[in-house]
């Protein structure tokens, strides 16, 4: 078939102008490079190289008699040879949306053999002429569609009929307007190309795509579900995805800041200032070491910066916490941020997932060892990545537990009068027997209870257990039992009371024992509950006494009985001892119950009661026992007294 040199490429023209906007507009924006992104990217350069060859084709076969035969071979042929990859490519952009791979999917390879056949036969086309060739018919120099040429027409037809395929199959986990918008696709390059075919002198194939492409980026193309607009970061699914990409291929070094005063505006001058605020921010991370840096937005108070090398790592942390020594402008309001940075780097060969990650280093950061605007240094080798996951597994398991019940039991730890009275009082100790992984010490479950929020649902069990057996046996004068700090913001008197009135327990013989960490931090809130509790006859130690967190004002300011003072007093040395003595004689002199805990040697036994301990509690009585065993070793210190 000879071709008539008269094409109308106008409207490929402007197409062109409109495509080359696109592009800019594109280019300009900021993506996360996810791989449909790349996709789309590689798809807009084709696309605008298409129509280029296209227009350029038209003019090299206009002139063909002074334009060299090889330049049209080469025009023409790799526009044919885009023609043919592009519906493969739109073919390959909707797998990988779908989420699918082909390494998953060996069926997607298929999809290639189309466009392979025809791209191979046009690299042999300059020599056999099966597309097209420049000869001579009647001694003039023309453009001759060859008999293999209607091959391009059908590779076409094919991919579109894989797409069209592929979205019916896969309906459901596309948007209404995403499935319109491919079938819409279809539609109008089908149309298209059928004019092209009845009409070959007016072009409009590359219109055709290009408003296709301008819909698919309307509505297949969603770069701000990447993007965090206040702070201009990316967000926290683009993290998952850069950590999943990186992670397992090389370290991953990473600067994780918890900015603590970014809503600090919203109440004194509306949320515009918040956000002006959070943007300040961010492109101060964005920018913090003289060049663009990977960084994410994991929450609305902490972010990430990701960095090429340990030194790296160092050198922006550094400038991080300096910068936060001072206060951020905003609209003439100086805003002093408080920042907790951690720097992290992993150093395992075992396999890590990018949520894994993640939670390590968001526990490591909410930890109370992270000091405002000083940077902490976190490791993430082996040996901490085994520990977590064992945590995960202890949770899954306390999960289940807390359901059933199965293989939580209580333990009781005698008190011993230092007077040699006969008193039947114990500590009620929660314990885990886990069906798979044996007995798990309470240091071990009992983090992982209070950070997964399981502290609440344990309390009530060992609640429970303790009035059973009181019930059980009204010959025990008085229990231990231990509360959780997160007890106290869920106002938990009328629960405990309706579980202590259902068993007809006397609340005279419950004592709470509140940690010193925990009465620290929740004064307010422990003080109500502690009153409301007294009220009823129930009675609070303070336990753990000399760890640190609390001092004698503190105790004085809420209503407990009794202390308890921590193993720790027991360092032997002559300091210890008169510090141990002027605190037994100071709570002595307040009318305070004192409990020394810890006792494993008769040397400690014989110094605590000399200094004037009321109880003692420790090894050298009693290891934590079952219901049983605790009965027999009553029955029998019944016997011997």
């Known amino acids: 078939m000879l071709a008539n040199f008269a094409y109308q490429f106008q409207f490929e023209l402007c197409s062109l102008i409109f495509l080359v906007c696109l592009v800019v507009q594109y ?22 190289l298409d129509l280029s060859l296209d227009i350029a084709g038209c003019i090299t076969l206009e002139y063909i008699t002074t334009v060299p035969v090889w330049v049209n071979y080469l025009v023409n042929g790799l526009f044919y040879c885009l023609q043919t990859i592009m ?41 056999t002429g099966l597309i097209f060739s420049i000869s001579e018919v009647d001694g003039k120099l023309d ?37 319109l918008t491919i079938l819409f696709f279809t539609a109008i390059v089908t149309v298209a190309t059928a004019f092209q075919i009845k009409h070959p002198y007016i072009i409009l194939t590359g219109t055709a795509m290009t408003v296709a492409i301008m819909l698919w980026d309307l509505t297949l193309q969603s770069p701000e579900t990447m993007l965090d607009e206040d702070s201009g970061a990316f967000n926290s699914a683009a993290l998952h995805l850069f950590l999943d990409g990186e992670l397992g291929h090389r370290q991953v070094h990473c600067i994780v800041i918890n900015v603590d005063g970014l809503s600090t505006l919203d109440r004194g001058s509306g949320n515009l200032a918040s956000k002006t605020l959070a943007r300040q921010v961010g492109d101060y991370f964005e920018h913090v070491h003289g060049r663009k840096s990977w960084f994410f937005r994991d929450s609305k108070a902490r972010f990430w910066i990701l960095t090429r090398t340990r030194a790296e790592l160092e050198q922006v942390s550094a400038a991080i916490a300096e910068r936060f020594k001072g206060n951020w402008d905003v609209s003439g309001i100086s ?25 390590i280093v968001n526990d490591a950061l909410n930890s109370e ?24 597994i202890i949770d899954e398991s306390m999960r289940r537990s807390v359901k059933t019940g199965d293989g939580l039991y209580i333990c009781f730890q005698p008190l ?46 060992v609640v429970e257990k303790t009035c059973a057996f009181l019930a059980a046996h009204p010959e025990v004068d008085m229990l231990h039992v231990n509360l959780s700090a997160t007890e106290f913001f869920h106002n938990p008197a009328n629960r405990i009371s309706e579980i202590v009135n259902r068993y007809g327990v006397d609340p ?25 509790m007294i009220e009823q006859g129930f009675s609070f130690a303070l336990d753990d006494y000399g760890t640190g967190y609390s001092n004698a004002l503190q105790v004085l300011s809420l209503p407990f009985r009794c202390v308890k003072l921590d193993k720790v007093l027991l360092d032997e040395g002559q300091r210890s001892r008169r510090f141990l003595e002027s605190t037994l004689h100071m709570f002595s002199e307040l009318g305070m119950v004192t409990v020394v805990e810890g006792i494993e040697t008769r040397e400690q036994y014989e110094m605590v009661v000399s200094l004037g301990t009321l109880w003692l509690q420790g090894f050298l009585f009693s290891l934590p026992i079952p219901e049983k065993e605790y009965l027999e070793y009553i029955a029998k210190d019944s016997e011997t007294k």
Do not use: W
């Open 27 to 48: 280019g300009s924006a900021k993506r996360f490079p996810t791989i449909t992104n790349k996709l789309f990217s590689i798809i807009l350069l084709c696309a605008m």
């Open 369 to 392: 060892n992270v000091i405002n605007n000083h940077r902490i240094r976190l490791d993430i080798d082996s040996s901490l990545l085994a520990k977590y996951r064992r945590q995960q």
């Open 143 to 179: 453009f001759v569609q060859g008999p293999l040429h209607i091959l391009l027409y059908v590779s076409v037809a094919l991919h579109l009929l894989i797409l069209v395929s592929i979205v019916f199959f896969n309906r459901e986990k596309l948007a209404k307007k995403q499935v």
């Open 87 to 127: 519906p493969l490519l739109m073919c390959i952009y909707l797998i990988f949306a779908l989420g699918y791979t082909f390494s998953s999917n060996k069926a997607f390879i298929t999809l290639f053999a189309p466009a392979s056949l025809f791209l191979g036969i046009q690299l042999i086309n300059p020599f």
């Open 335 to 359: 805003v002093d941020l408080m920042a907790k940075i951690l720097v992290a780097s992993t150093n395992t060969s075992t396999k890590i997932s990018s949520s894994e990650l993640v939670s």
């Open 508 to 532: 005279k013989k419950i004592c709470f024992e509140i940690t010193e960490s925990s009465a620290a931090r929740n004064a307010e809130f422990l003080n109500t509950f502690m009153t409301q």
């Open 416 to 461: 011993i009068s230092a007077e040699g009275r006969k008193v039947n009082a114990a500590e009620v100790l929660l314990r885990y027997n886990d069906p798979s992984l044996g007995p798990i010490l309470p240091a071990e479950f009992i983090p992982v209870v209070e950070k997964r929020g399981l502290a609440l649902f344990l309390d009530t069990f």
